[in-house]
């Protein structure tokens, strides 16, 4: 199971997203670093997991209010991992936008997604394994423009987009995201026994390395975490502890 290092992006600066509420975000605070510019941040987090890609979410881009590209290429530049980017991809010109700009693979965050049709002609104009589509949950179930997922519960949105052809999917639980709470174990429990073909990153919650054992353990793909590593809870010796043959 890989761990993907999370950085929000706002305003020039990494954030500490906390449930979604971004109105209240603040520039990190970190163990690893005293920074919140991003290559730095980026830089710490690298050193400490050894990492091989970023989440990076341009939370100005899904507000609407400017967007991080030259954040993003400078990252290429400098890192030499890859880099999935949530930009508020809604058409096929926004995803070609961000991988132009250095992205590996273009996020579709499905709270910002207008359509399935528009899945469907994001999905054609990119390359094999360039799109990655985020399933964002809130309390009352999918965060969606799109009719056809919006308010679904998570099973009901997986079959919708195992219907479509999708083979991996990022399960975002935002009342979770920057709490520490702990994954929602019924929501990734319920998926991966209805759709063990999909292959599934979790996101929002991870605190400890007992989360994620129990989640290679359930076969999720890999796990999207910000806040433990900023706070110490998981560390880089827990990653290597954590992979296989150590």
Do not use: N
Request: aromatic content about 2%; glycine content about 10%.
């Amino acid at each position: 199971m890989d761990v993907i290092p999370v950085l929000d992006l706002m305003k020039g600066q990494v954030v500490h997203g906390v449930q979604g509420d971004r109105d209240h975000y603040r520039p990190i605070e970190s163990v690893l670093t005293p920074s919140s510019e991003p290559v730095a941040v980026a830089q710490a987090l690298q050193r400490e997991t050894s990492c091989r890609a970023f989440y990076i979410a341009d939370l100005d881009a899904i507000q609407g209010t400017g967007h991080h590209d030259e954040v993003v290429r400078t990252l290429t530049d400098r890192l030499g991992v890859d880099l999935w980017v949530d930009a508020a991809i809604t058409d096929t010109a926004s995803a070609l936008r961000i991988v132009g700009a250095g992205a590996a693979r273009a996020i579709v965050g499905s709270e910002t997604l207008p359509s399935l049709e528009a899945l469907r002609e994001i999905r054609d104009a990119l390359l094999p394994g360039q799109l990655l589509l985020s399933l964002d949950v809130g309390v009352d179930g999918v965060l969606s423009r799109c009719p056809a997922l919006r308010g679904l519960a998570p099973p009901a949105a997986l079959d919708v987009l195992s219907g479509e052809g999708l083979s991996q999917v990022i399960l975002l639980t935002l009342d979770q995201v920057g709490t520490g709470r702990g994954p929602d174990w019924s929501a990734l429990e319920a998926a991966r026994a209805e759709f063990p073909h999909l292959a599934l990153i979790a996101g929002g919650g991870v605190r400890t390395p007992d989360d994620l054992r129990r989640l290679a353990e359930l076969g999720v793909a890999g796990a999207l975490v910000a806040t433990s590593l900023h706070r110490g809870w998981i560390t880089g010796a827990d990653l290597r502890g954590l992979r296989p043959g150590s």
